[in-house]
């Protein structure tokens, strides 16, 4: 005789996720919205010095242009675009702050006075008005170097020196942030 076992009913298989695929998955998704947070907190500490960063620039390219045009306008002598380590020279070596210049209306020499402040709009976001802003510079360092332009033949070119014009400032973190412009500049207008 014959005994069968009493079967039971199939039932279909049901379709789905496993536990594992479903953590595999949320750790990737994990790590990526951490990558996310690490980019936006990286573009926010950007941005708080965006303004700082603008002035060293603005700065940096005022002193280069106030040199070109003394040169252009004849209120120097070629002699005297150099540092005060050369004989001659009127440009103070090493950093120091941002000061208004002096009577000789250049930045970065000896009569400069004063620290120099910049004026901001204010809320309205128009400049003129009452509720404008002024940002005294102290946090900010210049330094002008000016050196000498080797020839081919290793023969100091009397003709052209190399103008670097740096200026820096230390952020709300403690770090000193730059910005350098490396120029030329000749004898002839």
Do not use: H, W
């Not at 040169?71 to 380590?85: D, K």
């Not at 000896?110 to 509720?131: H, S, Y």
């Amino acid at each position: 005789m014959i005994t069968t076992l009493p079967t039971r009913p199939t039932q279909a298989r049901q379709a789905g996720f496993s536990l594992a695929e479903v953590m595999t998955a949320m750790f990737i998704l994990s790590v990526g919205m951490v990558s996310m947070l690490a980019l936006f907190s990286t573009a926010i500490d950007n941005m708080e010095g965006s303004q700082e960063d603008l002035i060293c620039k603005q700065k940096a390219r005022e002193a280069v242009e106030a040199i070109f045009t003394a040169r252009e306008s004849a209120q120097v002598n070629f002699s005297n675009i150099n540092n005060t380590t050369t004989a001659g020279g009127i440009f103070v070596v090493g950093s120091s702050g941002l000061q208004l210049p002096g009577p000789d209306g250049l930045l970065g020499t000896a009569d400069d006075t004063g620290t120099e402040t910049m004026v901001l709009p204010g809320p309205d976001g128009v400049l003129g008005t009452a509720d404008d802003q002024t940002i005294v510079l102290s946090n900010y360092q210049r330094s002008i170097t000016i050196s000498s332009v080797m020839s081919s033949n290793n023969v100091v070119n009397p003709d052209i020196r190399q103008l670097t014009v740096s200026v820096s400032y230390t952020n709300a973190k403690g770090k000193i942030r730059s910005y350098t412009i490396n120029t030329l500049i000749s004898r002839y207008r």
